[in-house]
């Protein structure tokens, strides 16, 4: 249990432990919820991250797509993007480009024909990273 003394003189406390080395400081924490989202296929996809775990599963891939994040100021690390992209029967493979919000180096995603992708990435604070 983690309490915090308020400049009142009251005592609150919360159910869960402060990191170690954590007694001192105000530290907000970004409350567990997730969101999905779906967005219609596009070429470009922009995609606003506001949530702990944010699923992202934009609808089959007629073409190449770029997915550019906005990343709320309230998003913490650690937070996770989860992507699944699928192509549609077009019997074609699709690029999908990793574009803002993405760690520069990471590697754009090839959806093989008639197939789905899933990739997970964490934010590191700046941007979001690929787990491998």
Do not use: C, W
């Amino acid at each position: 249990m983690y309490t915090n003394k308020s400049s009142d003189g009251s005592f609150q406390s919360f159910g869960f432990l402060a990191p170690d080395g954590i007694t001192t400081e105000k530290n907000e924490v970004l409350f567990p919820f997730h969101e999905k989202k779906t967005p219609a296929y596009a070429a470009t996809l922009a995609v606003t991250v506001k949530q702990r775990d944010t699923f992202l599963q934009p609808g089959a891939l007629t073409g190449n797509v770029t997915i550019n994040l906005t990343i709320d100021a309230q998003v913490t690390p650690g937070a996770k993007l989860y992507v699944k992209v699928k192509e549609s029967a077009n019997s074609a493979d699709r690029t999908v480009t990793l574009g803002t919000g993405f760690d520069e180096d990471a590697s754009d995603i090839t959806v093989v024909k008639n197939t789905i992708v899933y990739k997970t990435f964490v934010y590191d604070g700046v941007s979001f990273v690929p787990l491998s």
